[in-house]
């Protein structure tokens, strides 16, 4: 045999992988049954976002979008595996901004990404400490992304409120409400401003294992108090549905409008009973979309729609 004809059999053998015992790595065509990852809609691309959680095989870091009801991969790498992240599309510069969530090993996190279309940029310099679960709005009245508590690395929910500028985080005010437990966030379009809901787990849970969920009032400056408590699981999202709040309660599978400054219960049916799914408004659709979690358990990749009512899309 000819030396060339030995090169070229060497590779031809190296491009087909004859003699490795190695199988080629699978690649995903969704992604899978998973809990704790994160949901947003890109208004500036029109697409719905997946990113990270957990699934089978540990903690993700990969970027999916919803066409019609088909996942399709985007992006992978940037921030490191986590979950529990907390995004939004900052609508002033048309970018979605991720903050923190828990990384391997349990760690709480604090750094902050943005997405632009084609790849995450890692935003420099300090702000928020490590935590897990904080709460996040854009502000459309300052521009300005708002930042609210979480759990500390100790455990201790924390009542520091931040703004992000697309630069730079700083901080507003370092006391907000005590007894800020599990905090949730959203701009509500009914009173013009930041909405900020906490459960107060200092107290016992009622018999359905619920707590008092106080809701306030950003006004710029400090939170103020808005209506009276309502009793809640730790189980629940809430998310700006067009011109009303939706919240959706995974202790119970119970969907809940805002009447201002209480809740009107209007569903039982639908995902039912979970925790660590995620939860966005569509433009596009016109509804909530609610993604994954853990039913008993077990992760979920099943996606269900809200407009009116309950549908399963997959």
Known sequence: MSRLS????????????????????????????RSGHSLVFDAARGQLLLFGGRTVD??????WTLSGAVWQPLFQGGPAARRDAVLLYDSGRRRIVLHGGTGQGDVPLQDTWEWGGAGWAS????????????????????????LFGGESPQGEALRDTWAFDGNAWTLLDALG??????????????ISAPL?????RTSAPDAEGRYPQSAWRW?????????????FSEQRAVVVAGEELLLFDGDDGSTWLSDHPGWSRVAETGPGTRT?????????????????????AVPRDDVWLWHDGWTRLR
């Open 6 to 33: 030995s090169v070229v059999l060497v590779a031809a053998a190296l491009i087909t992988g004859c003699g490795s015992d190695e199988a080629p790595e699978p690649v995903p065509t969704d992604p899978g049954a």
């Open 58 to 63: 540990g903690l993700q870091s990969d970027l």
């Open 123 to 146: 935003v420099p310099g300090t702000g928020p400490s490590e935590r897990r679960a904080a709460a996040l709005t854009f502000s459309g009245s300052t521009n300005r992304v708002l």
């Open 177 to 190: 409400p005590a007894n800020a437990a599990l905090p949730l966030l959203v701009s509500d379009p009914a």
């Open 196 to 200: 900020l809901l906490t459960l107060d």
């Open 219 to 231: 006004n710029g400056a400090d939170w103020l108090a808005y209506g009276d408590p309502m009793p």
């Open 276 to 296: 660590g799914f995620a939860l966005a408004y569509d433009l596009t659709r016109e509804a909530v979309m609610l993604s994954g979690g853990l039913v008993e």
